[in-house]
């Protein structure tokens, strides 16, 4: 596995406005690149993380600098690697292959962890839209000098960030590649959501966003990762994983007694969750996903997807997501359709739920390396 590092974009250019009204003067986006940009700049993909990814999607990075121990092992191998490389779906020999941490996250980028002068964000850090996530963006592609994308490819919420960028900015993109994604917030996913907001919000050393780095909301995080982590996999591919754990018999707060494999592999999900993430980032990007809404922020005029004739879809279901069931992914195919967009619709048969993208590289690869090529 090849060694590759993140690279940190400062925008400094004008005061960059967000959706809900507050400025950012500057902002950093931490990002990582693979494969050769060729002359003309013709060949860039740009890949979006899913919500708690990160830019690091290839190759091993063993360090990013700043972190404060967040860049767990965990995190040192590309969380996409599988995909992308030499002779892999986003080939590397063909492609320019790019990936960037969200504004508002915590792996390098201005976010709520970061610093703000001589303090932290914390909770001051302003509210951000998933609009604005696709803008920062833009303001990078423009630093590399990239005015027309190959494509975008997005799993998860990084799938409505593929069709805020294809909406938002039609002229920038060619092909995009939403992956077990949709184009509304359901709700199932605001009741689930709004579960793990309340768990952050009820720990009590949350403080209101006001916590101590060294003394997060560790609790609260954990069980909003249980809540969360259950949609990821399909019930029985957790009971599989959790067959090789020893259950410790304790919970988190002393008075149950668990019994059986799958509590304690929650409970070590959401352990291991911790190190690695930021509890106002996590609230922060769940309220972009609570208030996502594809046609304002498109500022779509006479349909959301009328300006997208001349783009591309490839659209990937799962049939065993729990988080994005393939009736969303119709609901979109729907809406393409009916504005004779071009697009191609394929479900994947998997046991292992919506991390499928994840972990099976085999059920989408030829058909992204097809659609790209």
């Known amino acids: 596995m090849p060694r590759v590092h993140s690279w940190f974009f400062e925008y400094k250019k004008a005061p960059f406005a967000l959706r809900c009204g507050a400025v950012l003067e500057r902002f950093t986006l931490a990002y990582e690149t693979y494969g050769t940009l060729n002359a003309d700049r013709s060949n860039a993909i740009l890949v979006f993380h899913a919500m708690t990814g990160s830019q690091h999607a290839a190759g091993k990075n063993p360090d990013v600098p700043g972190l404060n121990g967040r860049w767990t092992e965990d995190l040192h191998a590309g969380w996409w690697d599988d995909f992308i490389g030499p002779g892999k779906a986003l080939d590397t020999d063909r492609y320019f292959v790019i990936c960037a941490n969200y504004l508002g996250g915590c792996y390098g980028s201005t976010g709520p962890a970061s610093m703000n002068g001589r303090r932290r964000w914390g909770a001051d850090f302003p509210v951000i839209r998933m609009s604005d996530i696709v803008d920062s963006q833009i303001c990078l592609l423009d630093h590399l000098g990239i005015r027309m994308l190959h494509a975008a490819v997005g799993p998860s919420i990084g799938g409505y960030l593929c069709l805020c960028l294809a909406t938002r900015h039609p002229e920038r993109v060619k092909i995009l590649v939403p992956i077990a994604s949709g184009v509304e917030t359901t709700v199932l996913q605001r009741l689930m ?45 957790l009971h599989a994983r959790a067959r090789g754990d020893v259950s410790d018999h304790g919970s988190p707060f002393g008075w149950y007694e668990m019994n059986h494999p799958v509590e304690s592999y929650l409970l070590h999900q959401g352990r291991k969750f911790v190190d690695r993430f930021d509890a106002n980032t996590y609230l922060r990007i769940l309220d972009a996903w609570q208030w996502f809404d594809l046609e304002s922020e498109a500022g779509a005029d006479g349909g959301i997807f009328a300006r997208c004739k001349g783009h591309r879809f490839l659209v990937f279901s799962i049939d065993s997501d729990a988080s994005f069931p393939p009736a969303e992914q119709g609901h979109l195919v729907r809406m393409l359709e009916a504005e004779r967009v071009p697009v191609t619709w394929i479900t994947v048969h998997s046991g292992k739920g919506h991390d499928s993208f994840l972990l099976e590289p085999a059920l989408f690869s030829p058909h992204i390396a097809q659609i790209l090529a």
Do not use: C, M, W
């Open 193 to 237: 959501n709004f579960e793990q907001i309340t768990a952050i919000e009820l720990d009590p050393a949350f403080r209101g966003g006001a916590y101590d780095p060294k003394h997060p909301p560790r609790d609260g995080l954990a069980a909003a990762r249980r809540i969360a982590h259950k949609t990821f996999v399909s019930l029985e591919d």
